[in-house]
Nanobody, 123 residues
Framework: QVQLVESGGGLVQAGGSLRLSCAAS????????MGWFRQAPGKERAFVAA????????TYADSVKGRFTSSRDNAKNTVYLQMNSLKPEDTAVYYC????????????????WGQGTQVTVSS
């Protein structure tokens, strides 16, 4: 059974930083692309970042490019999202996702999801 468990969310002031982690189990982690999505109240779940199986390739939403960085440690079965220069509009529940063939920027085709971690950025 695949499990993805996010951690690291919290309350931070605008301009601050947070690092999210997503620990995976029940899958061969190095065979999976991993990604991050977020969902703000009243909005649809939206793509944030993706990283390929080896960590050699990353993709970001335009809204976070230059501020967020995704990385992974295949020895620890963990993917990270370093978030810098946070803005109030980054406030959302952040979800980790996994897909063997690589993350799609639309949520639907990604089969595995974590439970989410809340990130709140105050102005």
């Amino acid at each position: 059974q695949v499990q993805l468990v996010e951690s690291g969310g919290g309350l931070v002031q605008a301009g601050g930083s947070l690092r999210l982690s997503c620990a995976a189990s029940g899958l061969t982690f190095s065979n999976y692309g991993m990604g991050w999505f977020r969902q703000a109240p009243g909005k649809e779940r939206a793509f944030v970042a993706a990283i390929n199986w080896s960590g050699s390739s990353t993709t970001y939403a335009d809204s976070v490019k230059g501020r967020f960085t995704s990385s992974r440690d295949n020895a620890k079965n963990t993917v990270y999202l370093q978030m810098n220069s946070l803005k109030p509009e980054d406030t959302a529940v952040y979800y980790c996702a996994a897909r063997r063939l690589g993350i799609t920027t639309t949520p639907g085709p990604n089969p595995y999801w974590g439970q989410g971690t809340q990130v709140t950025v105050s102005s």
